[in-house]
């Protein structure tokens, strides 16, 4: 065993949109980094559909944010009722649907997703209403703090040490996905840094 590996484990957060396909593709880049880094992740929602909501936007990206707050407000009301353990393994079931299976009609991505996890049915009917949006509110709010309102999802947090992204695709596995998270909480942590970017040449590369 490594040195590192016997190091304390640090306890990072990760929040996302599950419509999102680039927090989708950081996810299962961050899943890598525990396997090969010592970090524990937990699982917190944040809203495109809140981001968004103010903002002039085209048509068919204001209908998509219109859509969105479906499956982000199910995963909200379900960690109320059944406990944070479940919003992994929902947004696992949501995101397989929406980015693997291309579904894009949320009512046929909630209701199954649902069931595989073992959920009640009954929660999808939080789709479709305001009554968990404080909670929702409250935990995207937690992620703006931490890196501003000019990005979007995924936020990663870890020891007083917040950044948005990575944007990558492929998500880089094994000792290459620990790599980058080196890197990018050394960055993340460098007084004074704020951005480093360029140009995307691939969308999401999902298998």
């Avoid at 525990?34 to 944040?46: A, D, F, G, K, L």
């Avoid at 949501?94 to 046929?108: E, F, P, S, V, W």
């Avoid at 020891?159 to 998270?181: H, I, K, M, N, Y």
Wanted: hydrophobic letters at 45%.
């Amino acid at each position: 065993m490594t040195t590192e590996a016997n190091a304390r484990k640090h306890s990072a957060e990760f929040w996302f949109d599950p419509l999102c396909p680039w927090a989708w593709m950081a996810s299962r880049w961050i899943m890598e980094v525990e396997q090969v880094r010592p970090v524990e992740v937990t699982w917190s929602v944040m809203s495109l559909s809140v981001l968004n909501e103010d903002r002039d936007l085209p048509e068919d990206y204001r209908a998509m944010m219109d859509r969105g707050w479906g499956p982000v407000r199910v995963i909200t009301a379900a960690a109320r009722d059944y406990g944070d353990k479940v919003v992994k393994p929902l947004y696992d079931a949501m995101g397989t649907r929406i980015h693997l299976g291309g579904q894009t009609d949320y009512a046929k991505v909630i209701a199954p997703a649902l069931e595989e996890v073992g959920l009640p049915a009954e929660l999808a009917r939080f789709a479709d209403t305001d009554e968990v949006d404080d909670l929702l509110r409250a935990s995207h709010q937690r992620a703006i703090d931490l890196v501003g309102d000019e990005v979007g999802t995924p936020v990663v947090a870890v020891d007083g040490v917040a950044f948005f992204g990575p944007v990558v695709s492929p998500a880089p596995q094994g000792e290459a996905a620990g790599r980058l998270w080196d890197g990018c909480v050394l960055v993340a942590g460098t007084p004074g840094f704020f951005e480093l970017k360029r140009s995307r040449t691939v969308g999401p590369i999902l298998d």
